[in-house]
């Protein structure tokens, strides 16, 4: 499909495509970016309201068993899974050996290795049955979760709960309908707040672990790939 022309931007745009050799008129009103802005305030009051519910015992017991660990192992699914990985590469810029679940490069999983999993219902079936091989091997196990009565919540040895909204909440399989009739303002959907909000967290704990090693921000930056 191949955009022929566009003309009157007041609200609306609208465009002649080409589809199978017929056009075709298309219109999409704007809303002069309400949705977008809407959504990074309701997202930074998630992380404001957050930061106020934080376990500093389980943070500092999380840190201790970061530095303590022979190997740190993340895994996650979907874009937890990619939250984890960020997390991974700046541990590994610390200078930690860094693993992530699933990679054909990752190792097996020792005693004294220590496993974060990052899920926000603390459900999903594929990290939470990793867990519970995890702790049969006998590791340390660390779950970022919203959920902390979940099956991750209850098998892990230190749970950080982030309360945020997730994609097996219970208005998360109306969430499209209820936008297309416009029940309620439109939020950032399914898991996305969990997801930015366990970014930001883990991030975060990054700095703290800094602090700890003494390491520099030009230390991390010469572990930064080179060959990118």
């Known amino acids: 499909m191949k955009k022929d022309q ?3 931007y007041e609200g609306v745009i609208s465009s002649t495509e080409l589809r199978d050799g017929e056009d075709v008129i298309s219109s999409m009103e704007l809303n002069g970016c309400e949705d ?4 990074m305030e309701f997202i930074v009051k998630n992380i404001t309201g957050v930061i106020k519910l934080l376990d500093c015992e ?3 017991r999380m840190l201790q068993k970061i530095m303590e660990g022979d190997r740190i192992f993340l895994m996650g699914a979907g874009r937890s899974g990619l939250v984890a990985k960020a997390f991974a590469m700046r541990l590994m810029h610390l200078g930690f050996t860094t693993y992530v679940v699933g990679e054909t490069t990752t190792p097996a999983v020792h005693k004294q290795d220590v496993v974060i999993a990052i899920s926000g219902s603390g459900e999903t079936r594929s990290i939470a049955d990793l867990g519970k091989i995890v702790k049969d091997i006998g590791s340390t196990l660390i779950t970022v979760t919203s959920k902390k009565e979940s099956t ?3 098998i892990s040895d230190i749970v950080l709960v982030l309360p ?4 097996n909440d219970p208005d998360a399989s109306t969430f499209l309908e209820k936008n297309m009739r416009e029940d309620y ?6 898991g996305t707040s969990f997801e930015i909000t366990s970014l930001v967290f883990l991030d975060s ?3 703290q672990l800094m ?6 921000e030009a230390a991390l930056k010469s572990m930064h790939t080179n060959i990118e």
């Open 6 to 8: 566009v003309k009157d």
């Open 36 to 39: 977008v802005i809407s959504s």
């Open 58 to 60: 389980a943070i500092n």
């Open 152 to 154: 991750l919540g209850r």
């Open 164 to 167: 945020s909204r997730t994609k």
């Open 185 to 190: 303002k439109k939020l950032p959907p399914l």
């Open 205 to 207: 704990v990054i700095a």
């Open 211 to 216: 602090t700890l090693t003494g390491a520099s």
